[in-house]
């Protein structure tokens, strides 16, 4: 499964955003997708989980109450609501699922498959 990752762009600190990340072919069931972070330097860092249902979520310390993680399984897309953004937000996020580790899978090499990121940039 290949991912595509969209939506990033240059953004004003407390603005929001709303990233998307869907595969590159339809494919068939639901699947759990995780949304990562990564900025030059440091590792890629887990942001939130959702799973295949839509009914179960769960979220990094550091994006938590303004950040949402959600599905359209109709539309085969899995959004990132990014709220009040700060300049310490900016980095790549990545998308990923293929993962079979108790939930919630917040370690990289819990997934196999990636979608190739999407740059945020926050201006302070």
């Known amino acids: 499964v290949q991912l595509q990752a969209s939506g990033g762009g240059l953004m004003q600190a407390g603005s929001s955003l709303r990233l998307s990340c869907t595969p590159s072919?339809?494919?068939?069931?639901?699947?759990?997708v995780g949304w990562f972070r990564q900025t030059p330097g440091k590792e890629r860092e887990f942001v939130a989980i959702?799973?295949?249902?839509?009914?179960?979520?769960y979220y990094a310390d550091s994006v938590k109450g303004r950040f949402t993680i959600s599905r359209d399984n109709d539309k085969n897309t899995v959004y990132l609501r990014l709220n009040n953004l700060k300049p310490e937000d900016t980095a790549v996020y990545y998308c990923?699922?293929?993962?079979?580790?108790?939930?919630?899978?917040?370690?990289?090499?819990?997934?196999?498959?990636w979608g190739q990121g999407t740059l945020v940039t926050v201006s302070s």
């Open positions: 072919r339809r494919t068939s069931g639901t699947y759990t």
């Open positions: 990923a699922t293929g993962t079979k580790t108790p939930w919630p899978a917040k370690e990289v090499s819990d997934y196999a498959y």
């Open positions: 959702i799973s295949g249902s839509g009914d179960w979520t």
